[in-house]
């Protein structure tokens, strides 16, 4: 099931985004993610994010931040990624966005090949000013 963020869910879903990036970005310094923790759990309740909860389970596994129609994210817990998680939480957002904008760490290949599954298209190339890292710009719609 997919819904709006609660606040009872940020712990869960903060968790979640820490252990996503940390094993999706090993190319960044994990002190990094760990040093932007705090910050980010306190924009959480004034965000617009979805969570995809396993109603067996009743446990968020994964969530999707969005600012308008750019993705800020898709976390995925990591012992349940690649079960569709994420193609569900991006699709939920399809349905009511036209059109769609994100920045993809171009080491991240996992993720590239997954958005262009997606038929998003890469559009530009940036550095991302805090990583220092390559990025890519995609679009869908």
């Known amino acids: 099931m997919i819904r709006e963020l609660h606040e009872t ?18 190319f960044i310094n994990e002190e990094y993610w760990k040093s932007n923790f705090a910050m980010i759990k306190d924009l959480f309740p004034n965000a617009e994010v979805y969570v995809y909860e396993e109603e ?9 931040g969005m600012q308008d129609n750019y993705i800020a994210g898709i976390f995925v817990w990591s012992e349940v990624q690649s079960n569709g998680i ?23 290949k996992r993720a ?11 559009q530009n190339e940036n550095i991302d000013e805090n990583t220092g890292e390559k990025e890519y710009i995609m679009t869908w719609g």
């Open 56 to 64: 067996s389970k009743g446990e968020i596994q994964g969530f999707i």
């Open 9 to 26: 869910d940020i712990d869960r879903v903060s968790e979640i985004w820490l252990d996503t990036n940390l094993n999706a970005h090993d």
């Open 86 to 108: 994420g193609k569900k939480l991006l699709d939920f957002v399809k349905d009511f966005k036209k059109q769609l904008a994100l920045h993809v760490y171009q080491k991240n």
């Open 112 to 122: 590239i090949k997954f958005y262009q599954r997606e038929n998003f298209k890469i």
